[in-house]
Structure formats: structure tokens, C-alpha cells
């Protein structure tokens, strides 16, 4: 072998290796869970480039690349404070971002996440779900699958979907 393919061989066992001893894929995310001492209740970037979740409460070295069935979604209506809100809100954000509780109630779990609004292929910090929405001439009132090729609950960030098509996971 040239020094290429023992480069390249060293490469595929070490990623086989670290994928077999470490990366689960078909092990759910599990939120929260610690790493390295902080908390977290979504996916994250910390000490890798692609957004990754530990399998486990306490990272123990176990975990997965994360899909976008993996990130929790915003559970509405939620309570916080006391108050039942049914789209993402800024009240209590440090920063001034939306934000939602992935619980049906944030005062008990404390669990929550930044909105985000998605677009074919990307997550980008914006707007909360706007109740009621028009979506093929028909009103919503909550979060719907119609129209998902995943199956996954959405809703329009304007009353006008048929119009705007700008939308957000739930």
C-alpha cells in the first residue's frame, strides 16, 4: 500500500470505530442532558461541527447526528408564569429571542428551546406560529401535519400561509 491508502484506511477505521462505539443512530435523543457540566435541552454544536444529542441524561460518551425529527418542538399552549401562551414569546428572554416551552407547561419542567423558522432546507432564528392561519383556504387553529412530507406538525408564521408560505415546526 502507498502512504495515501494507509492514510485513507486509518481514516475509515477510525470514523467505523468512533461511529460503532459511540454514535447511535437509532437510539432517540434524550433532553436534557448534561455535557461537560451545562445543560441541554435541544440539539447542539458544542465540540463538533454537525449538531449532534447524547442518548442518555448524563453524556457518557454515547450519541447521534441529529435529524430534524430529533430537535424538540414547541409544545402549545404553554404555561409560563402562570400565563398560557399559544405561540413562541420574548417575555423572559435574556437576549430578546423567541422562544417556546417543550413542555405544556415551563414553570414545572423548565425545559425550552429558541423558535426558529423553516425554510426548505434551512433553520433560521424568526417567527412565532400565528393563529389562526389560512392554509388551502381553510382556517387552523392549532398545529397540523397537512401538507408534510415528513409528517410533522407545523404552522404558518402569518395568517396568510397561502400567501407568504413562511411557516415553523411545532
Not at 404555561?79 to 430578546?96: D, L, M, P, V
Not at 426558529?116 to 433560521?124: A, H, K, R, V
Request: glycine share 6%; net charge positive.
Amino acid at each position: 500500500m502507498n502512504g495515501w491508502s494507509t492514510y485513507l484506511l486509518g481514516w475509515t477505521t477510525f470514523l467505523l470505530y468512533s461511529c460503532e462505539t459511540h454514535g447511535d443512530s437509532k437510539a432517540p435523543c434524550v433532553f436534557p442532558f448534561i455535557y461537560k457540566g451545562s445543560v441541554y435541552f435541544s440539539c447542539t454544536k458544542k465540540g463538533s461541527l454537525s449538531p449532534w444529542c447524547a442518548t442518555k441524561a448524563v453524556y457518557d460518551r454515547h450519541w447521534k447526528p441529529c435529524l430534524v425529527e430529533d430537535y424538540p418542538r414547541c409544545i402549545f399552549p404553554f404555561i409560563y408564569r402562570g400565563k398560557s401562551y399559544s405561540n413562541c414569546i420574548t417575555e423572559g428572554s435574556f437576549f430578546g429571542k423567541l422562544w417556546c416551552s417543550v413542555t405544556s407547561n415551563y414553570d414545572e419542567m423548565k425545559q425550552w428551546k429558541y423558535c426558529e423558522i423553516n425554510g426548505i432546507t434551512s433553520l433560521l432564528p424568526g417567527s412565532p406560529c400565528h393563529f389562526p392561519f389560512i392554509y388551502k383556504n381553510k382556517n387552523y387553529f392549532n398545529c397540523t401535519r397537512k401538507g408534510s412530507k415528513e409528517n410533522l406538525r407545523w404552522c404558518a408564521t402569518s395568517y396568510a400561509y397561502d400567501q407568504d408560505r413562511t411557516w415553523v415546526y411545532c
